[in-house]
Each structure stands twice: as C-alpha cells, then as structure tokens.
C-alpha cells in the first residue's frame, strides 16, 4: 500500500509513533507504510509498535549489511554496531575457512561474512526461536545450523579444524537489564542478554572452551562492551591467546580478537 493508496494519513503514522517516543519516527512510518496492504493491516501494525514491539519483529526482518534477515518475535535483534565484528572478521577470514557463529541468534553475523567472502559457516544458539530463524537465514548461504550448548552440537571432526570464531554472545550484567529499554527487555530473549554478574560468564566460557576447536593460528573474536574489554581481554591472555582490542567509536563497537598459537607438544 503506497503512501497515496493508505487511508490513514502519512503525517498521522508519524505522529502518533513520535508521541509514542520514536525517535526515527518518519523512518519507522515509511517502513510500516510500505509493508502493509490494507488500512485494518497498517493500525494493527501500528498498534503493536506504540505497544513496545520492536519494529524489526513487527516487520519481521532487520537490515544488516545491507541485507534483510528474518527476525522472527522472540528472537534477539543483531545490532548495526555488530557489523564491526563481521568487518574485523573478515579482514581475517580466508577464503573456504571453516567459521563458528556462536550464540547466532537469527544467524546475521555468519550470513554477512559469507556473502562477502566464501566460507564453511556453522551457525550455533541454544534457543528454538532462535534456531528456526538462523536456518532460513543460513539457507541463503549454504551454511550449517546447529542447536546446543556452545560447542557441544558441532560434529566432532570439526575439533582442531575450525579457522574463525565469531560471538556476540550475551554480554549485559544481570542487574543492568532492568535498566534496557522495554523493546529489549520484554520482548528479546533474557539468555541472549543476560551475561550474568558482570555479563561476562558465557564470554569466558566460550573463550575457556574455543582452543579445543581452532587450528593453530585460529582467530575468535567477541563483542564486548567497552568498559568490559579489559576483563574480556584477561580471560582471553588466561586461555592462552594473543589478544588485542578493536574499537570502532562510529559504531559505538568494541571486539576482542584472540589468535590461538597451539603448544608445540599439543
């Protein structure tokens, strides 16, 4: 339904998300407009999103990389400051290497660096909403999706094989949450947010857990929060990793990167 075709006024839809408290008010209009086709479709729409939904399930797909990925509800919202990590990534990903998108969530991560370059991507998550919506993401790319614990669902022959790492995994302190923003908060998952005490406690698993998989000279790079890179980057240097920290202030982003260098007598 175009703009001219909508019943319900363009400067209304803009309005009434601004008293609602979006700030991107004429973009969220213009993507709500262009998604709908009936009037009855639009104010439902729109009543969900002055309702708190984030607007990426209301669409159900988020632009990333300059690619729209399903974002089904329920299911973690990649954010444009996690490009940096797929940018890092990249800068360090020959081509055919084999690459881990841990914690994947809807898949975005992997999808962006296997469009950019050609890789053996194997995307993991814990969570079921999560899982169906990384495999029709993943599918676009010829990856792997797999649902478990960290490492614990990848096939076995993938051990000391692996050449990159990429997690965004859950990385806010449990006491912080209360503080997100409600369109986090209520409607994205609690384990794709809540890193524990400090909101580091799966970062340091994945960290603890990652050498088991990487061939010498693997890479892992994590999303971190600022404030929390020197204490990512300890439990980096503690796995026996050379790390170093990139920081994009564009992109309000911070990555640890880790190469493993394997004991000679392992």
């Known amino acids: 339904m175009s703009r001219s075709q909508a019943p319900m006024d363009f400067s209304v839809v803009v309005a009434t998300l601004r008293r609602a408290g979006c700030v991107f008010a004429e973009d969220e209009a213009r993507l709500l407009v262009d998604a709908t086709n009936s009037q009855a479709e639009l104010a439902a729409m729109l009543d969900r999103r002055v309702s708190g939904v984030p607007l990426e399930h209301i669409l159900g797909w988020v632009e990333f990389f300059g690619r729209r990925v399903a974002v089904d509800p329920g299911v973690f919202v990649p954010r444009r400051r996690s490009e940096f990590l797929v940018r890092q990534a990249a800068s360090l990903t020959a081509p055919g290497a084999k690459v881990v998108d841990m914690c994947c969530g809807s898949g975005a991560l992997g999808v962006a660096l296997a469009a950019m370059t050609t890789i ?43 050449d990159v790492v990429i997690a965004n995994a859950p990385y806010v302190p449990t006491d912080a949450i209360a503080c997100m923003p409600a369109e986090a908060r209520l409607h994205e998952p609690h384990v794709a947010l809540d890193g524990g005490a400090d909101g580091l406690d799966v970062q340091r698993r994945i960290i603890a857990a990652t050498p088991e998989w990487l061939t010498g000279g693997g890479v892992l790079l994590i ?7 020197t204490a ?35």
């Not at 796995?239 to 260098?261: E, K, L, M, P, Q």
């Open 223 to 229: 999303e971190t929060g600022q404030r929390q890179a």
């Open 120 to 162: 053996e991507l194997y995307a993991v998550d814990v969570e079921s909403a999560a899982i169906a919506c990384a495999r029709r993401n993943v599918s676009s790319v010829d990856g792997r999706v797999f649902q478990g614990d960290l490492f614990d669902p990848l096939p076995a022959e993938l051990r000391r094989r692996v």
């Open 232 to 266: 990512t980057t300890r439990a980096f240097d503690a796995a026996g990793f050379r790390a170093r920290v990139a920081i994009s202030n564009d992109d309000s982003a911070t990555v640890v990167i880790g190469t493993w260098r394997r004991p000679a007598n392992v």
